[in-house]
T-cell receptor, first 110, second 115 residues
Framework: TQLLEQSPQFLSIQEGENLTVYCNSS?????LQWYRQEPGEGPVLLVT?????EVKKLKRLTFQFGDARKDSSLHITAAQPGDTGLYLC??????????FGTGTSLTVIP | ETGVTQTPRHLVMGMTNKKSLKCEQH?????MYWYKQSAKKPLELMFV???????ENNSVPSRFSPECPNSSHLFLHLHTLQPEDSALYLC??????????????FGPGTRLTVT
C-alpha cells in the first residue's frame, strides 16, 4: 500500500506553460515536504508545509497543503527547461512514520 | 566539504564480490538513512539510524549490512548481491527523526550495477 500517491506520474509540457502536480493520501500528515531530483543526483528539499491550508511560494513554484492535511499540490508557473526533474512529496503522518510519494517525472521542452 | 557526500559515485561488482558504500554528512545531524531507488519505483527506505543506533530496518535482505560508527558516517556493506540489486543507493541525513526535523538532505547517490 502506497500512502502517498502522486499524479500525474509523467508530465511533458512546453516551456512557458503552467502545471500542477498532486500528492494525495487517505492519512493525515503532520508535515509534508516537496523534493526535486535531477538525473544522477539525490533529491533536493524545496519546501516543508506544516499547517492545514498553508501556501508557500518559491519563485515560480507555489505549494499548498490541504485543509485536512491529507493532500498537497505543487503549481509551477511559466515552466522552464531547468524545472525538468522528478518531483517527490514526502510526509510524516500522525504516527511519526515518514513516507515518500510515488513521484512525478516532469519534462519541460524548450 | 559541505552537505552529504557519498563514495563511490559508480560501482560495478560481480555477484561474489564484497564492497562497501560510504556516506558522510557535514551538517551536524543526528539521523542518517539509506534508500534504494530503482527505475520506475518509489524510493525504498532501507535503514534508519538515530544517534548511531539502528531504529528501522525495512525487511532488507541480509546481503545488505549497514554500519554507523558515529553520527557523521554511515556505511552499507554489500556481499553476494543479485542483479536485481542494481539501483541508485541514496544516503540522507536529518536533524532528528521526529516531525519537521525529518527534513532530509540527500547525497548524490552511488549508482550500483551488479553483473
Amino acid at each position: 500500500t502506497q500512502l502517498l500517491e502522486q499524479s500525474p506520474q509523467f508530465l511533458s509540457i512546453q516551456e512557458g506553460e503552467n502545471l500542477t502536480v498532486y500528492c494525495n493520501s487517505s492519512s493525515v500528515f503532520s508535515s509534508l515536504q516537496w523534493y526535486r531530483q535531477e538525473p544522477g543526483e539525490g533529491p533536493v528539499l524545496l519546501v516543508t508545509v506544516v499547517t492545514g491550508g498553508e501556501v508557500k511560494k518559491l519563485k515560480r513554484l507555489t505549494f499548498q497543503f490541504g485543509d485536512a492535511r491529507k493532500d498537497s499540490s505543487l503549481h509551477i508557473t511559466a515552466a522552464q527547461p531547468g524545472d525538468t526533474g522528478l518531483y517527490l512529496c514526502a510526509g510524516t503522518n500522525t504516527g511519526n512514520q515518514f513516507y515518500f510519494g510515488t513521484g512525478t517525472s516532469l519534462t519541460v521542452i524548450p | 566539504e559541505t552537505g552529504v557526500t557519498q563514495t563511490p559515485r559508480h560501482l560495478v561488482m560481480g555477484m561474489t564480490n564484497k564492497k562497501s558504500l560510504k556516506c558522510e554528512q557535514h551538517l551536524g545531524h543526528n539521523a542518517m538513512y539509506w534508500y534504494k531507488q530503482s527505475a520506475k519505483k518509489p524510493l525504498e527506505l532501507m535503514f534508519v539510524y538515530s544517534l548511531e543506533e539502528r531504529v528501522e530496518n525495512n525487511s532488507v535482505p541480509s546481503r545488505f549490512s549497514p554500519e554507523c560508527p558515529n553520527s557523521s558516517h554511515l556505511f552499507l556493506h554489500l556481499h553476494t548481491l543479485q542483479p536485481e540489486d542494481s539501483a541508485l543507493y541514496l544516503c540522507a541525513s536529518s536533524r532528528e527523526i521526529t516531525g519537521d526535523s525529518y527534513e532530509q538532505y540527500f547525497g548524490p547517490g552511488t549508482r550500483l550495477t551488479v553483473t
